[in-house]
């Protein structure tokens, strides 16, 4: 493994659903060496400006799903802006 990798970026990369739309998204990609603390913080208007926007308008989130990584992979995730893909709920079978 390559040694010089930094172990403080080791964490959690999460992918948000949110119950309605803003501003033509309905996921959030984060990453988090500590989810359940970051989701403490986007429901207090911490962290994230899209979260807490998503506060003020009374919509519902949540993490629906989560993958052990680090920024690299978060950055990978966000470009593909696939996240609709990667979402279970978006891609329920009716
Ligand atoms: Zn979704």
Redesign the pocket.
Known sequence: MNQSQNPTLSGTVY?I??SEKMHHS??YIGWAANVEGRMHHHRHNRGSRFLAAANERGIRYEI?RQWPGDKHLERQLKNRKK??LL?????KVH
């Open positions: 992918l659903h949110l309905q996921h629906v996240a609709r979402c279970p709920i978006c891609n």
